[in-house]
C-alpha cells in the first residue's frame, strides 16, 4: 500500500500544495505576531514620552510656603503654620488639579 503512494503523482503534487499552505499560514502568523509586538513598543514609547514630558513640567512648577508676616498671628495659634502655598507654573501647559503632597524643608527634612 505504502508502494503505491510512492508512485503516485497526484498524491507528491498534493504533499507539495499541503506544504505551500502551511508554510503560507506560517507566514502570516509571523507577520502578525511582529505587528503586534511593534504596537506593544509604540504605545510604550508613548507611555513613555508622555511621563518625560509631565516630568518636564513638574521641574517648572515651584511651591513655596509662606509664613505669617505678623508675628501676633502666630502666638494667637499656639504654632508656626503656614499661610499660603504659592504654586508658580514657569511652563507653557497648564495645570488643572495642583495637589501639594510635602515639601522639603531647608534642613533637609520632609514637611508633609
Do not use: C
Not at 17 to 39: D, H, K, M, N, W
Not at 56 to 79: C, D, F, H, S, T
Amino acid at each position: 500500500m505504502s508502494a503505491a503512494w510512492l508512485d503516485d503523482k497526484d498524491a507528491w503534487g498534493g504533499l507539495g500544495q499541503r506544504a505551500g499552505a502551511f508554510g503560507a499560514a506560517l507566514a502570516v502568523t509571523v507577520a502578525l505576531r511582529i505587528s503586534q509586538r511593534e504596537a506593544e513598543h509604540e504605545v510604550e514609547q508613548r507611555h513613555i514620552e508622555k511621563a518625560d514630558r509631565e516630568l518636564e513640567q513638574a521641574r517648572l512648577v515651584v511651591a513655596v510656603i509662606e509664613y505669617p508676616n505678623i508675628p501676633e498671628k502666630i502666638e494667637m495659634r499656639g504654632y508656626e503654620l503656614p499661610d499660603t502655598v504659592r504654586i508658580t507654573n514657569f511652563s507653557a501647559t497648564h495645570i488643572f488639579h495642583p495637589r501639594v503632597e510635602g515639601f522639603l524643608h531647608q534642613n533637609g527634612r520632609t514637611v508633609t
